[in-house]
């Protein structure tokens, strides 16, 4: 649970504290007031990454140097130092600097906001990027093995372009290989753990969703069946950065044949399921962040989300106040100033 937030130099704040109820905090803005930013920073302070920005010093604010996070939360103290001179970014918890695997997952959270709504109908690096936030959030071997695959992968194909172009041997591509389809393996097992879970997941609404892995298996004999063109294309073609899944409802691909309707619903069936998991798993609440979703959802589904995160910290952002009421005993932050 995050218990306040501090802003130094973030984004549009100067600098700015935060308090969260135990329960139920809403912030009520205009838009451009800067509450997708301060979700950001919480976010930030769950996983290590932004979850919007391209470069990472885009967080710092306009004409400074220095941007700093600071959450205090029920367990540890976390604080986000970027820079753009002296160094790129830190991690430290309770004050110690650590490596992104080992700051990652201390304070868990859940994240749900409008650009969730595509998951289903838009490009596979979302999917992935979805099961990499989940797994990465419960699992410090998967967020190692991510990392060290991604790695590999850079790795990999730079090589690719040197055999390509300089005449390198093609017999070091063994170590590579060999690091991919270790790590690759492991990936590959626990985002089938979790599209197994998502499927005994109940059913929402009585609409029952399925989802179905569309893996790309890395192995020593699908490396070298693609060998060739590999080297002619300068990128490593098969493993779990290739992977998607699909959304499946009535044994219909839910992006294909699904109302918008439908898919909305696939979206919030499959983030209840985050939620589940991340809770299964941890043996933790994580924290609720609702970014602005309840204007995208009708009231049935709003209490929905509600049902479903009771017992949980939930901070929610809003511009429209009129949703604010439905929910009792909730502390409002007003942004201001
Ligand atoms: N690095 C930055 N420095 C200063 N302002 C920024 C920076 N990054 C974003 N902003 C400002 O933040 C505002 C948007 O914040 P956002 O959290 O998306 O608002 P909301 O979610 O309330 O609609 C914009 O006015 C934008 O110019
Ligand atoms: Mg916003």
């Not at 695959?149 to 194909?157: M, S």
């Amino acid at each position: 649970m995050i218990n306040s937030l501090l802003l130094f130099n973030f984004r549009n704040f100067s600098k700015k504290q935060f308090k969260f109820s135990p329960e139920i905090s809403v912030i009520i803005a205009p838009n451009a007031s800067g509450k997708t930013n301060i979700l950001e920073a919480i976010y930030l302070t769950s996983t290590g990454k932004s979850f919007k920005a391209f470069k990472e010093n885009e967080m710092i604010k306009e004409g400074e140097d220095l941007a700093r996070i600071d959450s205090k939360t029920t367990n540890v103290d976390l604080e986000v130092l970027i820079s753009k001179i002296e160094f790129r970014k830190r991690l430290r918890v309770n004050g110690v600097n650590k490596r992104l695997v080992d700051f990652s997952g201390n304070f868990k959270a859940v994240l749900f906001g409008p650009w969730d709504l595509d998951l289903v109908t838009h490009q596979p690096s979302l999917r992935r990027n979805f099961l990499d936030m989940v797994l990465s959030q419960v699992d410090r071997e998967y967020r190692r093995c991510l990392l060290s695959y991604e790695k590999g992968v850079r790795n990999r194909n730079k090589l690719l372009f040197r055999i390509r172009e300089e005449g390198v041997s093609p017999s070091q591509l063994l170590f590579w290989n060999q690091l991919l389809i270790k790590n690759g393996d492991f990936l590959t097992k626990k985002r089938e753990e979790f599209i197994e879970y998502a499927n005994n997941y109940i059913p929402l609404d009585g609409q029952v969703f399925s989802l179905e892995y569309d893996k790309s298996v890395i192995s020593e004999a699908r490396l070298e069946t693609y060998k060739n063109q590999e080297i002619a294309a300068c990128t490593t073609l098969v493993g779990p950065h290739r992977d998607d899944f699909k959304f499946v409802k009535d044994g219909k691909d839910l992006s294909i044949f699904g109302s918008r309707g439908e898919q909305r619903m696939g979206v919030l069936w499959i983030k209840l399921c985050e939620l589940s998991y991340v809770k299964s798993m941890t043996f933790q609440n994580p924290t609720l962040l609702l970014d602005d979703i309840f204007s995208e959802l009708d009231s049935a589904h709003r209490e929905l989300v509600m049902k479903n995160s009771s017992g949980l910290q939930v901070i929610i952002t809003t511009s429209e106040p009129h949703y604010v009421p439905e929910f009792k005993g909730v502390e409002k932050i007003e942004l201001g100033g």
